[in-house]
T-cell receptor
Framework: NAGVMQNPRHLVRRRGQEARLRCSPV?????VYWYRQLPEEGLKFMVY????????ESGMPKERFSAEFPKEGPSILRIQQVVRGDSAAYFC?????????????????FGQGTRLTVV | AQSVTQLGSHVSVSEGALVLLRCNYS??????LFWYVQYPNQGLQLLLK??????LVKGINGFEAEFKKSETSFHLTKPSAHMSDAAEYFC????????????FGTGTRLKVLA
């Protein structure tokens, strides 16, 4: 019973390179969320995706960051031209259905995170 | 706007002692509240959650939390700390009647002393 799988677990990039973070949700889950955890801070919401759709990207930086969740394959968080300030742990979470009738799903399952270090 | 405040970024307790981790929230609508635990280099694991109904919520590993609306609090407790409880604990709230967007506190790192 695999949970949310993220890879790589650790990623080192030089300034200016691209970082690609992958997330495979729990089998059967169609909703994916990305969160970022900066050092000494809590997790901050970045983006919410369903298959082939971005539902809410209000937490994403306007530049250099993008996310997708294609029909087939994992969700990808892409950071272009990374800078030192992008160094953080990036967590993916998934849920089966965000809303069932009038009730929103109340639990997301989190992956182990990808720790990005920009040198 | 919703927010979560966790008092004490670091808490130390002796093994066998009471664990109390504090969480206060602000929300303009009835909140759903969560406690997650994060072990070193691991993801977040749900300890317990409050949605509606009974205000005392029991979770895994002997933890429980009580929702107190008048105090806007959701403190996490465990009667007797175990060495394996050493981890970071995050309190979180979701907007309105649950939704996908969690607002997390900054976390409390629990240290258990032998």
């Amino acid at each position: 019973n695999a949970g949310v799988m993220q890879n790589p677990r650790h990623l080192v990039r030089r300034r200016g390179q691209e970082a690609r973070l992958r997330c495979s949700p729990v089998k059967g889950h169609s909703h994916v969320y990305w969160y970022r955890q900066l050092p000494e801070e809590g997790l901050k919401f970045m983006v919410y995706l369903q298959k082939e759709n971005i539902i809410d990207e209000s937490g994403m930086p306007k530049e250099r960051f993008s996310a997708e969740f294609p029909k087939e394959g994992p969700s990808i968080l892409r950071i272009q031209q990374v800078v030192r300030g992008d160094s953080a742990a990036y967590f993916c979470a998934s849920s089966p259905n965000a809303r069932t009738g009038p009730v929103w799903n109340t639990e997301a399952f989190f992956g182990q995170g990808t720790r990005l270090t920009v040198v | 706007a919703q927010s979560v405040t966790q008092l004490g970024s670091h808490v130390s307790v002796s093994e066998g002692a009471l664990v109390l981790l504090r969480c206060n929230y602000s929300s303009s609508v009835p909140p759903y509240l969560f406690w997650y635990v994060q072990y070193p280099n691991q993801g977040l694991q749900l300890l317990l959650k409050y949605t509606t109904g009974a205000t005392l919520v029991k979770g895994i590993n002997g933890f429980e939390a009580e929702f107190k609306k008048s105090e806007t609090s959701f403190h996490l407790t465990k009667p007797s700390a175990h060495m394996s409880d050493a981890a970071e604990y995050f309190c979180a709230v979701t907007l309105g009647s649950g939704t996908y967007k969690y607002i997390f506190g900054t976390g409390t790192r629990l240290k258990v002393l032998a």
